[in-house]
């Protein structure tokens, strides 16, 4: 080392030490002229570095820990001044926020899914009637021609599901959340005569789309009677529920009905677990207002 040089100078092992990194580590900071050391002896070929650069190295180190690559860190290093980081920096910020919101819509998701196997296990009389509130929900459904409503025969694909997942593919629908539960609408009359004949059949949305169209739609906040049963293989007690609604005019009579699929059997659809749900009215504003602020999720506390 030149005995002319007054400042402290450290080895490239004594720098590699007190920094934490590894020797090729700095060795490869020189090579792609991020940052040269302050000596290199020119007998041995060793390398120094003075404790300025110590301090440039540690930030380096910071810098990559916020994401930043090697290349932006050199281009700010060669302006030399602090604002250069300024672009790089905010750039990172954008791009953890919108991978930070993206981590929190799987958060949700993966809370609503839990929920959603665990909520069937809640009820110990699926015969019985229950009421629910339930929140405003959105669907994407495709309607059940009278050709069509009929029970559906194992590993014989429904029109209407093949359709709906054909348009979940197309615009504008492409890039819609879905929750991972399907369902029906149904007729009451007919569910009420032990007869499966579905409207429409439909998936949850997480949320409003926020654009309309005629296979949007949007099931209301509001408070329904439930009952449980399997229907796609014609096992379903709605004698109770009969007694309730059997005796009103039929312009008393509600008009909504949702089945709710859940996923008891993950080996054979057809064989899964529905919850009936009968709007009996909907909410005010008010009382909308006062549910969680989630909608289009399918699983509400009952009164």
């Given at each position: 080392?030149?005995?002319?040089?007054?400042?402290?100078?450290?080895?490239?092992?004594?720098a590699a030490a007190v920094l934490g990194v590894s020797v090729q580590t700095l060795r490869h900071y020189s090579k792609i002229g991020l940052l040269e050391p302050a000596y290199t002896n020119p007998e041995t070929?060793?390398?120094?570095?003075s404790y300025i650069q110590l301090s440039l190295l540690d930030r380096i180190r910071y810098l990559q820990g916020l994401g930043l690559s090697l290349r932006e860190i050199k281009a700010a290093y060669a302006d030399g001044?602090?604002?250069?980081?300024?672009?790089?920096?905010?750039?990172?910020?954008?791009?953890?926020?919108?991978e930070q919101k993206k981590t929190q819509q799987l958060i949700d998701t993966l809370r609503w899914y839990i929920s959603f196997f665990r909520y069937p296990q809640r009820q110990q009389f699926p015969n019985v009637p229950y009421k629910r509130i339930i929140g405003r929900r959105y669907i994407l459904s495709e309607p059940i021609p009278p050709e069509e409503q009929c029970p559906e025969r194992k590993g014989q694909p429904m029109p209407a599901s093949i359709r709906l997942r054909q348009r979940k593919a197309e615009p504008?629908?492409?890039?819609?959340?879905?929750?991972?539960?399907?369902?029906?609408?149904?007729?009451?009359?007919?569910?009420?005569r032990q007869e499966w004949a579905p409207l429409h059949y439909f998936i949850y949305l997480k949320n409003d789309p926020?654009?309309?169209?005629?296979n949007l739609q949007e099931i209301p906040a509001g408070e329904y009677l439930c009952f449980q049963g399997r229907p796609l293989i014609g096992q379903w007690d709605a004698s109770l529920?009969?007694?309730?609604?059997?005796?009103?005019?039929?312009?008393?009579?509600?008009?909504?009905?949702?089945?709710?699929?859940?996923?008891?059997?993950?080996?054979?659809?057809t064989?899964?677990?529905?919850?009936?749900?009968?709007?009996?009215?909907?909410?005010?504003?008010?009382?909308?207002?006062?549910?969680?602020?989630?909608?289009?999720?399918?699983?509400?506390?009952?009164?």
């Open positions: 080392m030149s005995p002319q040089r007054e400042e402290t100078l450290y080895s490239i092992g004594e070929g060793y390398r120094y570095y001044h602090g604002r250069a980081l300024l672009p790089y920096l905010e750039r990172q910020l954008q791009e953890k926020e919108e504008p629908f492409e890039k819609a959340i879905y929750l991972r539960q399907n369902g029906y609408l149904a007729d009451l009359q007919r569910l009420l926020g654009f309309s169209h005629p529920v009969r007694k309730l609604f059997g005796q009103l005019p039929d312009q008393g009579r509600p008009e909504l009905v949702v089945a709710d699929e859940y996923e008891d059997s993950l080996q054979d659809f064989n899964c677990l529905y919850e009936f749900q009968i709007l009996l009215r909907p909410l005010d504003s008010a009382e909308e207002a006062s549910l969680p602020q989630e909608p289009g999720q399918a699983l509400r506390e009952e009164e």
